[in-house]
């Protein structure tokens, strides 16, 4: 069974930065696109960024420029370097093995809060 151990949350002041981590067990995540979701306080599990096999990446509309999707395959894990962060991007972060269509693929794990407040 997949499992994923996401870190690196915590309370921050707009403007600010933080880097997530999501290490991955039970799969080589080499061989799949990895992604990062977010919940926030609307409750609704929303698309931030994924990196494919290829290292080519996407991101959610309110995220690009300021957020960057990495993974070290050596390590099996994946990372959210997250910058200049504003209020609404206040949520619980999770992530995500997908398949090549972009279906996901596993249970959630159980995420890491990211709080951006003065």
């Known amino acids: 069974q997949v499992q994923f151990v996401e870190s690196g949350g915590g309370l921050v002041q707009p403007g600010g930065s933080l880097t997530l981590s999501c290490v991955v067990s039970?799969?080589?995540?080499?061989?799949?696109?990895m992604a990062w979701y977010r919940q926030g306080l609307d409750n609704k599990r929303n698309f931030v960024a994924q990196?494919?096999?290829?290292?080519?990446?996407k991101y959610g509309e309110s995220v690009k420029g300021r957020f960057t999707i990495s993974r070290d395959n050596a390590k099996n894990e994946v990372y959210l370097e997250m910058r200049d962060l504003k209020p609404d991007d206040t949520a619980v972060y999770y992530c995500?093995?997908?398949?090549?269509?972009?279906?996901?693929?596993?249970?959630w794990g159980p995420g890491t809060q990211v709080t951006v407040s003065s």
């Open positions: 039970g799969s080589d995540v080499s061989r799949y696109a």
């Open positions: 995500m093995r997908q398949a090549i269509d972009g279906t996901n693929l596993d249970p």
């Open positions: 990196i494919n096999i290829f290292a080519a990446t």
